[in-house]
């Protein structure tokens, strides 16, 4: 149980083009998803926490006209990286909080997506 | 602030032999501890967590941690490694704030050699 879902794994893009990436949870309801931006051989920075029917909070630093998170279900968050520039090429990593886990539950995470931008 | 410290970048051992990954934290009031790994283009898997009760957690894989409060440790160790034990180790401390984000260690590669 505690499935994560990350979509897509690996993408390329045009300089200046928008990519979506989406995170699901597959067999829990997560109120709350935190995407996460990971650099080579760096750990993990969060980005924003998103929450279900509200606005996303972003971390110090973050674009929030830059990376747009919309989480519009209890299974379902998205990660918008609008007009893409070469330096948001990264790993961007979603993870999830089953509901009602709040205050010891573990986080699950998806697999990651790779983006690249040309 | 809740932080977590991991003082190595890498740790290498041999095949068969115990293996230790350190972590410290800095918190305020009670800790709330986890483990996690990453293999290569992958995303974290959760390896064991403290949240109270016994200082000596098992995990997943064989791997166990310790927590001391006195030292603010919470080492992850395992007692024979494998080589597919080789992977990114973060340790990460949840934040006491809303949203009880976690706040990940900056990571430490784990080598074990055949």
């Known amino acids: 149980g505690a499935v994560v879902s990350q979509h897509p794994s690996r993408v390329i893009c045009k300089s200046g083009t928008s990519v979506k990436i989406e995170c699901r949870s597959l067999d829990f309801q997560a109120t709350t998803m935190f995407w996460y931006r990971q650099f080579p051989k760096q750990s993990l920075m969060l980005m924003a926490t998103s929450n279900e029917g509200s606005k996303a909070t972003y971390e110090q630093g973050v674009e929030k006209d830059k990376f747009l998170i919309n989480h519009a279900s209890l299974t379902l968050s998205t990660l918008t990286v609008t007009s893409a520039h070469p330096e948001d090429s990264s790993f961007y990593i979603c993870?999830?909080?089953?509901?009602?886990?709040?205050?010891?539950?573990?986080?699950?995470f998806g697999e990651g997506s790779r983006l690249t931008v040309l | 602030a809740q932080s977590v410290a991991q003082p190595e970048d890498q740790v290498n051992v041999a095949e068969g032999n115990p293996l230790t990954v350190k972590c410290t934290y800095s918190v305020s009031g009670n800790p709330y501890l986890f483990w996690y790994v990453q293999y290569p283009n992958r995303g974290l898997q959760f390896l064991l967590k403290?949240?109270?009760?016994?200082?000596l957690v098992k995990g997943s894989y064989g791997f166990e941690a310790e927590f001391n409060k006195s030292q603010t440790s919470f080492h992850l160790k395992k007692p024979s490694a494998l080589v597919s034990d080789s992977a990114l180790y973060f340790c990460?401390?949840?934040?006491?704030?809303?949203?009880?984000?976690?706040?990940f260690g900056t990571g430490t590669l784990l080598a074990v050699q055949p």
């Open positions: 403290y949240i109270t009760g016994d200082n």
């Open positions: 993870s999830a909080r089953p509901r009602g886990r709040g205050n010891t539950g573990e986080l699950f």
């Open positions: 990460a401390v949840r934040d006491g704030g809303a949203t009880n984000k976690l706040i």
